[in-house]
């Protein structure tokens, strides 16, 4: 059992958790700045670009923001931003297209709290992978030591080695590990459940 908070558009390693362990999404800690909660990486032509939501801090009423209650700021357009980089990203992979449609409703479904969002699309992906497993979210409080911390910091993101597959920029920069789950499904499609459960995945990353 390994208890996450909800990333956005998570990493492999931490979706290969999601594919291989029981996982809790648990929304009792408190809010933390600079994590995969509110950001991803994505590869770009210029190589890796980390995509970041905006939040609200409501500071009159000194709100201590825990995972259950944190707002997206949709006052600001970074869905715009963020499904553009997607797309100048990815529409050269093998199988964007095919995949383009379900994420635009997923992507701008108007969600306001973000652990809804990171579900949704973590529910998503689950469909796309055929991962048949309910998603089981807890608001009871756990020990700190209980959380995998190294997935959640945005600054472990490259730390992770995987197995090296074919990526769009390829050529321009080697291959990049651990990026967002984007990556995978765009570039090997109905594949990406195989990378994700092959025992070389599990001999190579780190724990």
């Known amino acids: 059992m390994?208890?996450?908070?909800?990333s956005y558009l998570p990493s492999l390693i931490y979706y290969w958790?999601?594919?291989?362990?029981?996982?809790?999404?648990n929304l009792s800690a408190k809010y933390q700045k600079q994590t995969t909660r509110n950001r991803c990486m994505i590869m770009s032509a210029n190589g890796p670009l980390k995509l970041i939501i905006p939040v609200r801090h409501n500071k009159k009423e000194?709100?201590?923001?825990?995972?259950?209650?944190?707002?997206?700021d949709n006052t600001q357009k970074w869905k715009i931003k963020h499904w553009k980089s997607i797309q100048n990203?990815?529409?050269?992979?093998?199988?964007?297209e095919f995949y383009e449609e379900g994420f635009f409703k997923v992507f701008f479904n108007n969600e306001k709290l973000l652990y809804t969002l990171n579900i949704n699309i973590i529910s998503h992906i689950n469909k796309i992978l055929g991962v048949k497993k309910n998603i089981?979210?807890?608001?009871?409080?756990?020990?700190?030591?209980?959380?995998?911390k190294k997935l959640m910091n945005i600054k472990k993101y490259f730390y992770y080695g995987v197995p090296p597959y074919n990526q769009v920029f390829i050529s321009k920069f080697k291959f990049i590990p651990n990026l967002s789950i984007l990556d995978l499904i765009f570039n090997m499609g109905?594949?990406?459940?195989?990378?994700?459960?092959?025992?070389?995945?599990?001999q190579t990353h780190s724990n």
């Open 2 to 6: 390994i208890h996450l908070v909800p």
């Open 17 to 25: 958790h999601i594919v291989n362990s029981n996982v809790i999404f």
């Open 62 to 72: 000194n709100e201590i923001l825990h995972d259950h209650n944190v707002k997206i």
């Open 89 to 96: 990203a990815y529409r050269s992979s093998p199988f964007f």
């Open 136 to 148: 089981e979210i807890s608001n009871r409080k756990i020990s700190h030591e209980k959380y995998d």
């Open 190 to 202: 109905p594949k990406s459940i195989n990378y994700l459960v092959n025992p070389k995945f599990n």
